[in-house]
């Protein structure tokens, strides 16, 4: 497990046990819960639909053996059901405002009766785009559940009716791999129910979502340019694990994915005049396009990369980055070379 996510979950568990310190408990896991949900965010907004059902650790043991949207449709169904049928005793948000019809989900259960293929299949299916707006409405309708309890709370536990009830629901499959769900959950009381699934049960999601995303990035990448059209090397960069670079689908830079049509200015810009990258443009000094915006402090550096690269071509330029990153201690480029382009490019000659 992730070591610093670990360490915040045992801290709000300790913070939990004690009535002085219950409502620091409640606020750091809710501040801990929008932490981890960023990580959800920032996937939903970077890769391209493909990615959510493929299953790059298909047949593995373990949570990153399925894919990004069963993990999110998962996550919150699982929190909606014991939020609201349980805890809140009240309407699943799932049922409220066309959630369901807006996924697209042919299930309303938590996806555990699903195996293999099936669950890529049941992926496609989903609107990711809805889908994470149904999870937000989950995170935050559970935040106010749990602004709301008490203490006394905690010990609460639940009865033959609740367990009726969510069997009837069909929220929970009759499959032997999800109908123990029902005994799991009304075997803890409520705190037992804020560490799984309110945040333990997010922390091993999310890193399987991690680790999947990483995965299909690797793959996206090999074989692929690690030149960036900007001059960047996406070897080197220090967002490698979450990128694919701007040379495929999976390109997650700020720069592309906050302009139109999730493509970026420099992108846009070599792809009409037909070349390979900035470094073949005779503009490039006085450019100030996406990347070489004068507001952006990497700006100069890129710059310079790229005339490194138009005078002695991308291989050198590669082994110029190992060289750096093995002689100093720095994540990103402009770090060594500056806010000069020709200052930069003096550096970069010199090693
Ligand atoms: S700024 Fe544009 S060209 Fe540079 S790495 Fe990002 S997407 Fe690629
Ligand atoms: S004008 Fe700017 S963005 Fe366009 S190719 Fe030249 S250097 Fe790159």
């Known amino acids: 497990m992730d070591r610093d996510w670990a360490e915040k979950n045992k801290e709000i568990q300790k913070l939990l046990s004690k009535e002085a310190t219950f409502n620091e408990a409640v606020q750091k896991l809710i501040e801990f819960r929008e932490e981890l949900f960023q990580q959800i965010t920032w996937i939903v907004e ?57 996924t697209g989900s042919p299930i309303i259960t938590t996806g ?33 559940i749990l602004l709301q309890l008490q203490y006394k709370d905690l010990k609460r536990k639940f009865s033959e009716e609740i367990k009726q009830k969510l069997t009837e629901s069909k929220c929970v499959s009759e499959d032997e791999n999800a109908f123990w769900l029902i005994d799991y959950w ?65 390109n997650t830079c700020s720069f ?26 005779s503009e490039i000094e006085t450019c100030e396009k996406g990347f070489y915006v004068p507001s952006n402090d990497g700006a100069n550096a890129a710059k310079a990369q790229s005339l ?3 005078e002695h071509g991308k291989k050198e330029f590669l082994k110029i980055q190992t060289r750096l990153h093995e002689k100093y201690e720095f994540e990103k480029v402009q770090e060594i070379l500056g806010q000069d382009y020709k200052e930069g490019l003096k550096i970069l000659e010199r090693e």
Request: charged share 25%; net charge neutral; hydrophobic share 35%.
């Open 46 to 102: 970077g890769y391209p639909d493909e990615a959510f059902y493929q299953m790059p650790f298909a047949g593995a043991k373990g949570y990153h053996s399925k894919t990004l949207a069963y993990s999110i449709w998962h996550i919150f169904r699982i929190e909606d059901i014991v939020a609201h049928e349980m805890i809140a005793e009240d309407e699943q948000i799932l049922f409220r405002n066309a959630y369901l019809d807006a």
């Open 112 to 144: 555990n009766e699903l195996e293999g293929e099936d669950i890529a299949g049941f992926s496609k299916k989903l609107n990711v785009k809805e889908l994470y707006i149904y999870a937000k409405a989950v995170k935050e309708s559970s935040d106010k």
């Open 186 to 250: 009304c075997g803890k009381d409520i705190k037992g129910l804020i560490q799984m699934p309110f945040s333990r049960h997010w922390i091993m999601h999310i890193e399987a979502m991690r680790r999947i995303k990483n995965k299909l990035c690797m793959i996206a990448r090999k074989g692929v340019d690690p030149v960036a059209i900007c001059g960047l090397s996406c070897n080197h960069c220090f967002l490698g694990e979450w990128c694919g670079g701007c040379r495929t689908e999976y």
């Open 256 to 281: 592309a994915t906050c302009s139109e049509g999730r493509i970026c200015p420099n992108v846009k810009c070599c792809n009409e005049k037909n070349i390979d990258g900035c470094y073949e443009c």
């Open 308 to 310: 490194y690269i138009r």
